[in-house]
């Protein structure tokens, strides 16, 4: 490994742990109001914040964290569902259907222009948020390998 790709893995490295941070924050603050039919002003911008969190913290991990990993470990590029497959077997995350699923709700969430849409994809990205907060966690132990 290079000084350069070591730099770069320790950058993506604290950016991912930051978004995730302030992931976990949005999470605990919806978790207090859960899902219901009517929320708050003040409630459906915590949602709109939690929903952009969890999309931002889902890019890191599968679009930038994994494609590092994977040129680290000298894996070949594929596709998406390629560099989630071997995330699960390096451990990175439990299941890659579940990650398939977040990529999903990652781009309802950024391609979705209708008003309500938080509320409806807010109960779904509570549901899979313990799943990415928890690759945050495996990520950070697999690489020490390549940052100690």
Do not use: W
Request: aromatic share 8%; proline share 2%.
């Amino acid at each position: 490994m290079t000084k350069d790709e070591l730099l770069l893995l320790k950058e993506e490295l604290t950016k991912m742990n930051r978004a995730g941070d302030m992931l976990n924050r949005s999470f605990q603050k919806c978790e207090v109001f859960g899902v219901k039919k009517a929320y708050s002003n003040e409630e459906l911008d915590q949602i709109e914040a939690f929903t952009s969190r969890f999309a931002r913290v889902s890019d890191l991990l599968i679009q930038r964290i994994f494609r590092l990993v994977d040129e680290l470990d000298l894996d070949s590029e594929g596709t998406v569902r390629d560099r989630i497959n071997r995330a699960e077997k390096k451990g990175l995350i439990e299941q890659s259907d579940t990650f398939v699923e977040i990529r999903k709700l990652r781009n309802a969430i950024a391609h979705e222009y209708q008003p309500d849409a938080p509320e409806k994809i807010f109960a779904d990205v509570r549901v899979c948020t313990p799943s990415l907060l928890d690759s945050i966690k495996r990520t950070n132990q697999y690489v020490v390998k390549y940052t100690h």
